[in-house]
């Protein structure tokens, strides 16, 4: 079974590097297939992904940082590991880049990841049981409102992922507690039903939506924990995104 992971990056310079070497560390025994797309960056991280990813494959190999910030390839535990990097000419943003990656993968299992390192690729071993070893889920969503350790930061985007989560459940019959999260898993059976047209964060609402409408597809959540950042620390999301968010709920379950 391979897993594939996918990365959307925008002006991730500074934790590009850290983010990789956690994501080719987890799951060591599973072959996994990680394709990172950058959005147009302009602080440096296209030029260090042509550097060090393009077509990097390793086995029985992890990844370690050297003192210029490069990659290197050391002897480790992961069974098979390839690294892709794909390019955008023009900021598409996040929408546009993971529908970019999800024409490119090949993986029977996909899981999304930021490269900010707000999420812990740890956590993907839960999930991904749910759905290779138990088989009993099709879709596993994390969740930041659990009892996982979480950032406490604003109240503002609590209190809106809260409510975008909320009318989720009421327009799309659910019991979700976190659409907007990143993490999400799924099976390729999945991948090639979405249709996904979102560019922006509206994403995250056209994934659950089209998953939630489908009706045949074992929909599981999952405490993660949560290391948010300020918008000091690089934060992107602002207020007109969870806007846009409330009209897509709209959009996607009547348009």
Same mark, same amino acid.
Request: neutral net charge; aromatic residues 10%.
């Given at each position: 079974?391979?897993?594939?992971?996918?990365?959307?990056?925008?002006?991730?310079?500074?934790?590009?590097?850290?983010?990789?070497?956690?994501?080719?560390?987890?799951?060591?025994?599973?072959? &996994?297939?990680?394709?990172?797309?950058?959005?147009?960056?302009?602080?440096?991280?296209?030029?260090?992904?042509?550097?060090?990813?393009?077509?990097?494959?390793?086995?029985?190999?992890?990844?370690?940082?050297?003192?210029?910030?490069?990659?290197?390839?050391?002897?480790?535990?992961?069974?098979?590991?390839?690294?892709?990097?794909?390019?955008?000419?023009?900021?598409?943003? &996040?929408?546009?880049?993971?529908?970019?990656?999800?024409?490119?993968?090949?993986?029977?299992?996909?899981?999304?990841?930021?490269?900010?390192?707000?999420?812990?690729?740890?956590?993907?071993?839960?999930?991904?049981?749910?759905?290779?070893?138990?088989?009993?889920?099709?879709?596993?969503?994390?969740?930041?409102?659990?009892?996982?350790?979480?950032?406490?930061?604003?109240?503002?985007? #609590?209190?809106?992922?809260?409510?975008?989560?909320?009318?989720?459940?009421?327009?799309?019959?659910?019991?979700?507690?976190?659409?907007?999260?990143? #993490? &999400?898993?799924?099976?390729?059976?999945?991948?090639?039903?979405?249709?996904?047209?979102?560019?922006?964060?509206?994403?995250?609402?056209?994934?659950?939506?089209?998953?939630?409408?489908?009706?045949?597809?074992?929909?599981?959540?999952?405490?993660?924990?949560? #290391?948010?950042?300020?918008?000091?620390?690089? &934060?992107?999301?602002?207020?007109?995104?969870?806007?846009?968010?409330?009209?897509?709920?709209?959009?996607?379950?009547?348009?």
């Amino acid at each position: 079974m391979k897993l594939s992971v996918l990365i959307p990056v925008y002006n991730e310079r500074s934790l590009l590097a850290e983010c990789l070497t956690r994501v080719v560390a987890a799951l060591p025994a599973v072959e &996994k297939e990680i394709i990172i797309v950058d959005d147009c960056s302009t602080d440096g991280t296209r030029e260090w992904l042509a550097r060090n990813v393009c077509n990097l494959e390793g086995h029985h190999c992890a990844l370690s940082i050297d003192p210029q910030g490069d990659l290197l390839l050391v002897p480790g535990a992961a069974v098979r590991v390839h690294l892709k990097a794909l390019f955008h000419e023009h900021n598409r943003g &996040k929408g546009g880049a993971l529908q970019t990656g999800l024409r490119a993968l090949s993986g029977a299992v996909v899981v999304i990841q930021d490269a900010d390192l707000e999420y812990d690729p740890e956590e993907w071993a839960p999930m991904l049981d749910l759905i290779v070893r138990r088989r009993v889920a099709d879709v596993v969503f994390g969740s930041r409102f659990s009892s996982r350790p979480h950032r406490a930061l604003y109240f503002h985007h #609590y209190m809106a992922n809260r409510l975008i989560s909320f009318l989720f459940n009421l327009l799309y019959n659910q019991t979700l507690t976190d659409i907007e999260v990143c #993490y &999400k898993m799924f099976t390729r059976e999945v991948l090639e039903s979405l249709r996904i047209t979102a560019n922006d964060f509206g994403f995250e609402v056209q994934f659950s939506a089209q998953v939630a409408r489908a009706r045949r597809w074992r929909i599981y959540e999952l405490g993660i924990s949560y #290391y948010g950042r300020t918008y000091q620390e690089g &934060k992107k999301i602002n207020w007109q995104d969870g806007l846009k968010a409330l009209w897509y709920l709209v959009k996607y379950r009547f348009g």
